[in-house]
């Protein structure tokens, strides 16, 4: 593993693996601009697989090759990017940095078997690295850590390691220390701080040494705590005493012990690496691909039958049962849908038939489905290169084309012995915005277009709300409806306007008060004939509706009294105020008129309008909003932020509860006019650190200044 010399492998061709234990699946996880995706090109370039690495700033990269990646210059997708070395196939899995895209980042993570943190040395660890460090550490994901950009005018790489330790713990060491020729010089090697060596990068290639007097020195102290470190992880339990008593440990044996101490995800150990000259590449494929666990080390997701009942006793075998599963699904404009698939068990084949089941949308409430369908070629992506294989064994990650019906976090089994995997909890979209088309061309493609949107992205939700009849579309936030925008135009040629959704808000009485309903006309036939005397009034709770029947003496027939009810309701339905739908209200029918010819259904119906609007003009009418059960996780450091920007909303904090790991949980009240882009202001209160979830708890009077406003506005 680490401190070992050894080339990278060639991988000019296609990557195979024909076993599980030659593949490790690696995501690469850390916010945007901490330098992923030239990471990638620099390993994709140590190992051969390309001749010579893009950059990001001119959208040369092999990962970043999305339109909208090229002219954003940042990662928006989930992409895939084999390599090899020492004959071990590195799946590397570049993920979003940027929280609008943490579908992405999650369904990364659910592919991979462990996850390296990338931790510029010019910036330090920020709260979304924190937040995905921890979401690791529930599951037990194995971790590394790698600072970059070490090379940097303003990098500190002692500042960076001190935040990482820090934010992850004292299980972070570092594995190798930079070394440059002076304050203010670039840095030219590393020192390998278990077998005190000089891996110099100052020539044409990796060169190995002695180091320095002062560099070994300067390694000493950190060296003494990494051994500290591996040997507490270590299951002999006479090391620490021999390495107490002075015994020198063999640097062998030390790295056995790391290399199962980070498989088993309990320590981390810190690399640096220099991704634009190259520096540490060597150092993290070695990582990668002896200390990482294989495929047949990591736990099995939870697996049922189509009937609920569990499964046991699958294992990562390409000999056993089909398993798979779709983590991300794309539309290429030529090929049509492609899915990204990783295969936890046996072997699929190209041109195979297979079962595809799934709870819909990686588990967001969708209907469940299932049928049978033909795989279609086998690829293995290496960015937008599709190159087509034969097979991929259990652990490997390949790409299906035309999988007609199958979602992101659908599974794929075998046709006689269809399973289902449980789904992974996918964030939910906070954001809503309001679209429409922008003529009846682009009205006429929409819908297809947003229905393809909404498969490939399970962060995405579109609805038609049935009160204010908007089509919403739910997002991650601005940046992620850029993206969706930008993918509707250019990618289906579909012109949207977009708007504020419209907060349903509703009517009711504050008082009692009468109101005459008169509908009497003559057309020289039959005319209309009905008259209805209806008293309003304000339900006890505010909500719902009562219809009462007080007549007397027949005035009004028996039948034409639920042409009255019928008539309010409609009414009720269209507001009278300010058109939105009336609540709460007891509608009592005293007293009318009718005509032994002229009266009807339809005439008491417009009775029972003309009434309603009559006795809501005399009452004192106000309108209701709707307010949310908000609950809000943030870092004990902005809970006082947090509780003064939920005040400055109209909001009520109902309490606070602590939660492990310094967070607190605020419960609050606010009304759902203040909270539209709640999930983009939260964010700069808390420093992208806080998440919230809501829920409709009920409707309110609305403050009569901005119901005013409101009014004035239109």
């Not at 001749?51 to 090759?65: A, C, I, K, L, Y």
């Not at 196939?89 to 940027?98: A, E, I, Q, R």
Request: proline share 6%.
């Amino acid at each position: 593993m680490a401190d070992t010399t050894g080339t990278s492998g060639a991988a000019g061709g296609v990557p195979l693996a024909g076993q599980p234990g030659k593949i490790r699946n690696v995501a690469l996880v850390g916010h945007s601009g901490a330098g992923k995706t030239t990471l990638v090109e620099a390993l994709l370039t140590a190992t051969g697989t390309i001749q010579r690495p893009g950059r990001v700033e001119d959208g040369t990269t092999v990962s970043d090759f999305d339109e909208i990646e090229v002219r954003q210059q940042r990662s928006v997708n989930l992409t895939l990017s084999p390599v090899t070395h020492a004959g071990v196939k590195v799946n590397l899995l570049d993920t979003p940095g940027y929280a609008d895209f943490t579908g992405d980042l999650r369904a990364g993570l659910r592919a991979a078997d462990s996850a390296l943190f990338a931790v510029p040395a010019t910036d330090g660890v920020d709260g979304l690295t924190r937040m995905l460090w921890e979401e690791c550490a529930r599951v037990g994901m194995p971790r590394a850590v790698v600072i970059t950009k070490i090379d940097h005018q303003r990098a500190d790489f002692e500042a960076a390691l001190a935040a990482c330790r820090e934010a992850f713990g004292e299980a972070v060491a570092p594995l190798y220390l930079p070394v440059s020729d002076g304050e203010g010089s670039s840095v030219h090697g590393l020192i390998g701080l278990l077998s005190q060596k000089m891996f110099d990068y100052s020539g044409t290639g990796r060169s190995e040494r002695a180091p320095d007097a002062a560099d070994a020195d300067r390694t000493e102290s950190l060296r003494g705590e990494l051994i500290e470190g591996i040997i507490q992880e270590s299951e002999d339990e006479t090391l620490m005493d021999r390495y107490l008593s002075g015994e020198e440990i063999d640097p062998k044996v030390l790295i056995a012990d790391l290399e199962k101490a980070v498989a088993r995800g309990s320590f981390y150990p810190v690399l640096a690496v220099s991704a634009t000259r190259g520096i540490g590449m060597t150092e993290l494929l070695e990582v990668m691909t002896q200390a990482f666990p294989s495929p047949e080390e990591h736990p099995m997701p939870v697996v049922t039958t189509l009937d609920g009942n569990p499964v046991s006793g699958l294992s990562c075998d390409p000999a056993g049962p089909l398993l798979a599963e779709v983590v991300k699904t794309t539309s290429d404009p030529y090929v049509g849908r492609v899915s990204l698939v990783r295969v936890f068990s046996g072997t699929l084949h190209a041109d195979a038939s297979v079962h595809v089941s799934g709870h819909g949308r990686a588990g967001q409430g969708h209907a469940d489905h299932d049928t049978d369908e033909r795989i279609g070629a086998l690829t293995c992506p290496l960015g937008k290169q599709q190159r087509h294989v034969t097979e991929a064994v259990a652990g490997d990650i390949c790409a299906v084309a035309k999988l007609g019906t199958a979602e992101t976090g659908d599974t794929l089994s075998a046709r006689d012995e269809p399973l289902l995997m449980e789904p992974w909890v996918m964030p939910e979209p906070l954001l809503p915005i309001a679209v429409s088309a922008k003529s009846k061309a682009d009205d006429d493609k929409m819908s297809q277009a947003l229905s393809r949107l909404v498969a490939e992205d399970p962060t995405l939700r579109l609805e038609i709300n049935p009160e204010t009849h908007q089509l919403v579309l739910w997002c991650m936030g601005e940046a992620h409806v850029d993206v969706l925008l930008d993918r509707l135009s250019g990618r289906y040629g579909v012109a949207v306007e977009t708007s504020a959704p419209r907060v349903p808000l509703r009517e009711t009485v504050a008082g009692k008060a009468s109101g005459l309903g008169r509908n009497v006309k003559q057309t020289g036939g039959h005319g209309e004939y009905a008259i209805c005397h209806i008293e309003v009034e304000p339900m006890p709770d505010g909500a719902g509706f009562e219809f009462v029947d007080k007549v007397v003496g027949g005035v009004v027939p028996r039948q034409f009294i639920p042409s009255v009810e019928k008539g309010v309701r409609a009414q009720m339905e269209q507001g009278v105020v300010a058109g939105y739908p009336m609540v709460g209200l007891r509608v009592t029918l005293y007293d009318g008129k009718a005509h032994s010819v002229d009266s009807s259904d339809m005439a008491f119906q417009k009775a029972g309008r003309a009434a309603l609007r009559d006795a809501v003009d005399k009452a004192q009418s106000m309108l209701l909003e709707p307010v949310d059960e908000v609950s809000i996780l943030v870092p004990d450091d902005y809970v006082g932020a947090v509780m003064s920007d939920l005040s400055s909303r109209r909001g009520r904090v109902l309490g606070t509860e602590p939660v492990p790991v310094g967070r607190t949980l605020v419960k609050a009240e606010v009304p759902q006019l203040e909270i539209t882009r709640y999930t983009i202001d939260l964010r700069s209160v808390s420093h992208g650190t806080g998440s919230f979830s809501r829920s409709y708890l009920r409707h309110e009077p609305l403050p009569p200044h901005l119901a005013a406003k409101l009014a004035a506005e239109g």
